[in-house]
């Protein structure tokens, strides 16, 4: 059964900084992973999507890895803001033809001013 | 931007009552989910329905759930007879599901509470 996880869980910086999130998974028979952005009480906004066969995918200064023989995420945020501050989920699809996605616990960030 | 729309963004309802949460998925996407999220847990999946048959479904998803596309435009969820612990934000999401075209896009949720 898939498990991801996710480390740290909670997380604050000061304004400006650069950061690495990371997500693991037992099981590397993944199809994709994608990063979402959740605000406290609202739903979730899609930040990135990685194939199993890509190494990474950027979106402005977000940057995320995938090492799938290790099963193994980041999601780098450079230069970070305030407006970043929010909970962080990675989930991912397994390769079986189904479309189900398995999600970790998150990270909670916050940047302060 | 076509989104993921949700309605109500709040039901509260008492125990044994059914319950039916409404989303409408982006429009020319195929696949379609409920996902929900007790307070404090993970993001769980529920069900994903493709081509007005249901595709895949957790073992949440008992026979007190059912999901139904009843137009063009619709997906529901429905809760026969609700329980205490089926309170949890309800998310619905959509996919295209063509090569390289399967990203998952998220509503903003149901919040349900069962009394």
């Known amino acids: 059964k898939q498990e991801v996880t996710q480390i740290p869980a909670a997380l604050s910086v000061p304004e400006g900084e650069n950061l690495v999130l990371n997500c693991s998974f037992t099981d590397s028979a993944i199809y994709n992973l994608q990063w979402f952005r959740q605000d406290p009480g609202k739903g979730l906004t899609s930040l990135l999507l990685?194939?199993?066969?890509?190494r990474e995918q950027t979106s402005g200064r977000l940057n995320a890895s995938l090492d799938k023989s290790s099963g193994r995420s980041t999601l780098y945020i450079a230069a970070s803001q305030p407006g970043d501050s929010a909970t962080y989920l990675c989930a991912v699809r397994a390769d079986t033809g189904f479309q189900k996605l398995v999600f970790g616990t998150g990270t909670r960030l916050l940047v302060s001013p | 931007e076509p989104e993921v729309t949700q309605t109500p963004s709040h039901q509260v309802t008492q125990m044994g009552q059914e319950v039916i949460l409404r989303c409408v998925p982006i429009s020319n996407h195929l696949y379609f989910y409920w996902y929900r999220q007790i307070l404090g847990q993970k993001v769980e999946f529920l069900v994903s329905?493709?081509?007005?048959?249901?595709?895949?479904k957790s073992e949440i998803f008992d026979d007190q759930f059912s999901v139904e596309r009843p137009d063009g435009s619709n997906f529901t969820l429905k809760i026969r007879s609700t329980k205490l612990e089926d309170s949890a934000m309800y998310f619905c999401a959509s996919s295209l599901e063509l090569a390289g075209y399967n990203e998952q896009f998220f509503g903003p949720g149901t919040r349900l509470t069962v009394l």
């Open positions: 329905f493709y081509n007005n048959e249901i595709s895949e």
């Open positions: 990685i194939q199993s066969s890509q």
